[in-house]
């Protein structure tokens, strides 16, 4: 059944025919895979659908109408900024309203309160540049120069600059949002007036809804405006070099200077990044995987497979970076002295510095996660922690474990033990896991790896960040919460009764678990005994899932 | 590990399967390089997506959409011929999507079109249009080809042989003749000696961009016999998007190298460029204006030379044997560059998006004659960059862009002055 008629017209009210289609050929423009992040998975396969239709808003006005629209007509709908998150921020359902921010570009910088008011549509690079004009920076989040700003943070929002200025949730201040039934949720010091400038407010702080660990996947409800606070970095600019594909800002070297320091031994590698924090230097302090290291020198996939496939786990085990980058915030002689002490702390541990060039291709501005699908195609990142420095290094080495098993289909790595790095000058530490593989091959090891790196997780203890949305709420709630599930489910029944924002997250890994079924052998968990859903989508869901079954017998 | 024959081919759309699969959607080809990204004004490179904001006319959206033709889930609709073809083929998505995935998005744009040709629903009328022009008076506009020459001035100077030859091209010689001039006028003035085409027809740049490979390719066979049968050494182009086609599309309609060609292609920038070095191009008459220079994309981005490929995709969807990506490194930014700064009294300044970031500016490659408000929307968002810098006059290196942008500062009525490069060069030039 399509959009209904009535409801349409209504949405054209809101937007004008400009801004509204149900053209199959504009819908399948929003297709999440065949490629991207979490794309060519079992999970993109079987959970994402094309949109009924798709509106492009400009004010949180407009959003907000287009949602009581959705409640009263009982659309199902998922916001959408840019669309690179992978299938979690695509339509689920059939017959689905994507409402696309992107026209939500407003961006105003407060020069007296260093801050900036971002819409959805706001990238980082934009915003990034913004901030470097005027002495100022943010972190560009992992996810690439090219996130919604909005989106990375309300879900991500971290990279190695976090090693300074700290977590996103601190920089979230004044906050707009259009929650699931369609009313205006302003949080911090916005809820009392037209003040952007504080992230706390009244009553309790809503920003643990607004994003727990890494974000709720736009089930419930649309941040439409932002303010974000922005640090001091330092005056001099940063010159963008070089013609496409060899372009990198050229570096102020008595001012911001990456130096990579080649340690003797993983012990020494982590002492260093202790020592570092200890002495509150630094930009940016990170270790980081070695076949990233071939992806810089190739200039082709072929040749990153030629220079990869020499190394041998011998090499990748005794690999140990540490790469740091030291700003002069408030002067040369500041970046001078934190210099000398980087030295000293190297000499006593033996690191050696390796020639660097005195340029920035990655972090700074262009956080350039486009090149992780070089190698294979596709990519995801099968979990992050943000917790001590101490687990952060003990994190990889037990995926890396677990993955051989799985590899292939999984990229041939070496056993490489991912990626750990320093936040809040070490009060923090940070893991994350990639994983890469060819979409064109059988993909249940991928499917398989996902979803039993909870399990490895749980068995050791280690909170991750996709505990949530990512993998089945039935699995992770119970040994995390003892009834976090519960809670994300009156949490979620609460603000979206009629379950109409992006259903059926965040019950949604649930659901391809029961649908595919090459994932049933690893169904070692309680699913609830009655349904969860309201009315419509349970009977939309069962038919959804009769029809996928169907399809399977067809193509057997 | 089994493989999967390929070739660049555009004639068959599942040559590209693999590139359009691999789309990630990380939209670099909708935004300036984020390395030079200058804020959140003039911050994209995507006149189609600018134009209309849906994702289907972004290369990401339309990735999508070529390989649900090959999966043969999405029939033809009026729709989907305006998303295929709204869109100059600037080769913008193409180079920002080389600079981390090498995925070969323009030429799969090109292959879709070709696709709409082969199934008998494309090109555009304004398009056929063009193609019956171009077979009844060989140029694109249905001019008198008896006229084609009547640029020509008594008072220059055509060599009846010369290892020069200027290929005027149909804009320059119907509508732009003050190109055509101005180009002629710089070679007699810096003693280069160039002949003309005895019988001048069309490059075929309409027909090879919307898909009509069959009447583009009969063009480049005999334009570059006709080249041929005159000795010549170089070709010249002053129009951008002639050089493209003798430079890459030709090669690439017969299936040879760029290198093969029995003479050598350039265009005017670079000719300029090599004379002032040679110090036969002596530009002493101050131009007093503040001038900003337009990458045309025919000559920039798109300028790479061809090499025909076919080979293997395998494992990890690595190729052999090795494949040369035409990563737009090849284009012609620094030659006009140095030209222009080097007039006196010109006080030249850069736009904000620049060589390979530059927008286009939405008229060439069939885009102004089908999608006319997409032309015009494209040259008026270019033309308030020019402002935001506070050009007096604008610059390009095509009649195309000349004409496109010329006709949006004439219905807007900015105090902008808009000219060929030629015509630059020649108002510095003694008289």
């Known amino acids: 059944m399509a959009i209904l008629k009535e409801a349409y017209k209504a949405l054209e009210t809101i937007v004008g025919a400009r801004y509204l289609s149900d053209d199959p050929v504009i819908c399948q423009g929003y297709q999440s895979g065949p490629a991207g992040y979490e794309n060519g998975t079992g999970y993109e396969r079987v959970m994402t659908k094309l949109p009924g239709a798709v509106i492009l808003p400009r004010s949180t006005e407009e959003v907000q109408k287009i949602v009581k629209i959705c409640v009263r007509y009982t659309i199902p709908y998922v916001p959408y900024s840019t669309g690179f998150y992978g299938p979690r921020s695509h339509c689920h359902v059939g017959n689905e309203l994507l409402i696309d921010l992107k026209r939500l570009n407003d961006f105003e910088f407060d020069e007296k309160h260093w801050y900036a008011t971002v819409g959805s549509g706001v990238v980082y690079s934009q915003f990034q540049e913004e901030c470097l004009r005027r002495g100022g920076y943010v972190v560009i989040g992992g996810g690439g120069a090219q996130a919604s700003v909005i989106a990375n943070l309300i879900g991500d929002g971290w990279s190695p600059l976090s090693h300074r200025i700290g977590l996103p949730h601190r920089r979230i201040l004044g906050t707009e949002m259009v929650l699931p039934d369609g009313e205006i949720l302003r949080m911090g010091s916005l809820a009392v007036g037209d003040d952007w400038y504080w992230g706390d407010g009244i009553g309790p702080d809503l920003r643990g809804l607004l994003r727990g660990y890494t974000g709720l996947r736009g089930c419930l409800g649309i941040v439409t405006r932002m303010a974000v606070k922005v640090l001091p970095f330092q005056p001099e600019r940063l010159q963008p070099t070089g013609i496409s594909p060899n372009t990198a800002l050229a570096l102020p070297e008595k001012r911001v200077k990456w130096i990579n320091y080649i340690m003797p031994s993983k012990e020494a590698q982590v002492k260093a990044m202790y020592e570092i924090c200890k002495a509150e230097i630094g930009g940016a302090v990170t270790k980081v995987p070695l076949f990233w290291r071939a992806i810089a020198k190739a200039e082709c996939k072929e040749e990153f497979w030629d220079l990869w496939l020499k190394e041998t786990p011998e090499t990748v085990a005794n690999f140990h970076i540490v790469r740091v980058l030291l700003i002069g915030f408030t002067s040369e002689e500041q970046l001078t002295y934190d210099e000398n002490v980087l030295s000293d702390i190297m000499m006593e541990l033996g690191g050696q510095p390796r020639r660097t060039k005195p340029s920035d291709e990655s972090w700074i501005k262009n956080a350039d996660s486009a090149g992780m699908w070089l190698m294979c195609g596709s990519y995801v990142s099968v979990d992050y922690v943000i917790e001590t420095l101490k687990q952060a290094t003990e994190h990889g080495p037990v995926y890396a474990e677990l993955k051989k098993k799985y590899t292939p289909p999984l990229m041939p790595d070496h056993g490489d033990p991912g990626w750990f790095q320093t936040f809040e000058l070490g009060y923090q530490g940070y893991s994350e896991f990639l994983i890469y593989w060819d979409q064109d091959e059988d993909t249940t090891g991928v499917d398989h790896f996902y979803l039993e790196t909870s399990k490895m997780n749980i068995d050791h203890r280690f909170y991750t960040a996709l505990i949530g949305p990512h993998q089945p709420l039935y699995l992770t709630g119970p040994k995390y919460g003892p009834n976090y599930h519960e809670w994300m489910l009156k949490i979620k029944n609460e603000f979206d009764p009629t379950w109409t924002c992006h259903p059926p997250v965040p019950f949604a890994h649930d659901e391809f678990v029961e649908r595919a079924p090459w994932m049933h052998e690893l169904k070692t968990w309680e699913s609830p005994k009655k349904s969860i859903y309201p009315k419509w989508l349970e009977k939309q869901l069962a038919a959804e899932a009769r029809e996928f079954r169907e399809s399977l017998q067809e193509r057997k | ?431």
Request: charged share 25%; proline share 5%.
């Open chain 2, 1 to 431: 590990m089994p493989t999967t024959k390929v070739n660049l081919e555009t004639t068959d759309l599942n040559n590209y399967k693999y590139d359009m699969s691999r789309c990630i959607k990380c939209k670099g080809c909708y935004w300036v390089e984020h390395t030079y990204m200058p804020g959140v004004k003039f911050s994209t490179r995507c006149p189609s997506n600018v134009w209309n904001d849906f994702d289907a006319y972004g290369a990401f959206g339309k990735m999508r959409i070529g390989h649900a033709m090959v999966e043969k889930k999405l029939d033809w609709s009026p729709k989907l011929l305006e998303i295929i073809y709204a869109d100059p083929l600037c080769g913008a998505c193409d180079v920002a999507c080389k600079r981390n995935l090498d995925l070969e998005i323009g030429l799969s744009l090109e292959a879709m079109r070709v696709k709409a040709v082969q199934d008998g629903v494309g090109p555009m009328p304004a398009h056929k249009k063009i193609a019956r022009n171009i077979a009844a008076s060989h140029n694109c506009f249905g001019s008198e080809h008896g006229d084609r020459k009547g640029w020509l001035t008594p008072d220059i100077q055509v060599a009846a042989k010369a290892d020069l030859l200027y290929f005027v091209g149909c804009t320059a010689s119907y509508t732009n003749p003050e190109i055509a001039r101005a180009t002629a006028k710089i070679l007699n003035a810096t003693g280069t000696p160039f002949m003309l085409m005895e019988d001048e027809w069309c490059c075929g740049n309409t027909l090879q961009s919307v898909g009509m490979l069959d009447e583009a390719r009969e063009l480049a066979r005999r334009n570059i016999d006709r080249v041929k049968s005159t000795g010549a050494r170089r070709v010249l182009l002053s129009c951008a998007e002639g050089y493209r086609m003798w430079k890459v599309e030709y090669p690439k309609l017969l299936n040879i190298a760029t290198a093969d060609l029995p003479f050598e292609v350039v265009h005017l920038t670079e000719l300029a460029d090599e004379l002032l070095r040679q110090g036969s191009l002596r530009m002493t008459r101050p131009v007093n204006a503040r001038v900003t220079y337009h990458d045309s994309c025919s000559i920039s981005r798109l300028a790479d030379p061809w090499t025909p490929w076919s080979g293997e995709r395998g494992w990890m969807g690595t190729v052999s044997p090795p494949l040369k990506r035409r990563r737009g490194t090849h284009g012609l930014y620094a030659q006009p560059r140095n030209v222009i700064s080097n007039i006196p009294g010109i006080d030249f300044v850069e736009m904000i998006r620049i060589r390979e970031n530059a927008f286009c500016c939405g008229a060439g490659r069939g885009t102004k004659e089908a999608f006319p408000t997409l032309a015009s929307s494209s040259a008026r968002h270019r033309l308030e960059e020019v402002k935001e810098i506070g050009a007096e006059v604008l610059v390009s290196a095509c009649p195309w862009c000349k004409n496109n942008f010329a006709q949006a500062v004439r219905e807007d009525g900015e105090a902008v002055k808009v000219m060929d490069f030629a015509e630059l060069i020649l108002a510095s030039l003694e008289a």
